[in-house]
């Protein structure tokens, strides 16, 4: 069980949802900062002094053939932030992309990209493919 002073424990509580974020990360291995041998107060610590905040992801169509449902065409662009999204997406191609656009905005690295803050991803509908480019943005 975490022992935390009533001080770090209102920080705690402010930040448990970035903390939450770079420990699910640290589990799946995209955080190299965070041992799950060690106790949960150095992970927190350790975590505010080494902070990740997220990379803004824009997602642009690149190509569509036949007809989309959603009406997605080439040039259209939908922005993920920390907070929201701000464009309008088709929930099938979402569902299909979040956890790349996820991995990118929290500093993932694929080996396999030519470019590290550029990747690509299809709508998984078949008949009327939508290729979306996701791009990360340096700035934050």
């Avoid at 927190?44 to 642009?60: D, G, Q, S, W």
């Avoid at 992309?97 to 905005?105: D, E, Q, R, S, W």
């Avoid at 690509?120 to 979306?132: E, I, R």
């Amino acid at each position: 069980m975490c022992q935390f002073d009533e001080l770090e424990m209102r920080r705690f509580c402010f930040d448990r949802r970035e903390f939450c974020k770079a420990f699910s990360f640290a589990v799946m291995g995209f955080l190299p900062f965070v041992s799950l041998n060690e106790p949960c107060e150095k992970l927190y610590l350790k975590f505010r002094k080494e902070k990740k905040m997220a990379y803004v992801v824009e997602i642009n169509v690149i190509s569509q053939k036949g007809t989309c449902a959603l009406g997605h065409k080439i040039g259209d662009s939908i922005r993920f932030t920390e907070t929201g999204v701000d464009g309008r997406i088709c929930i099938h191609a979402l569902y299909s992309i979040l956890p790349k656009v996820f991995a990118m905005m929290y500093g993932a690295q694929f080996p396999w990209l030519e470019n590290p803050d550029r990747s690509t991803s299809a709508c998984p509908d078949a008949y009327n493919p939508v290729v979306f480019e996701i791009i990360r943005k340096k700035d934050k």
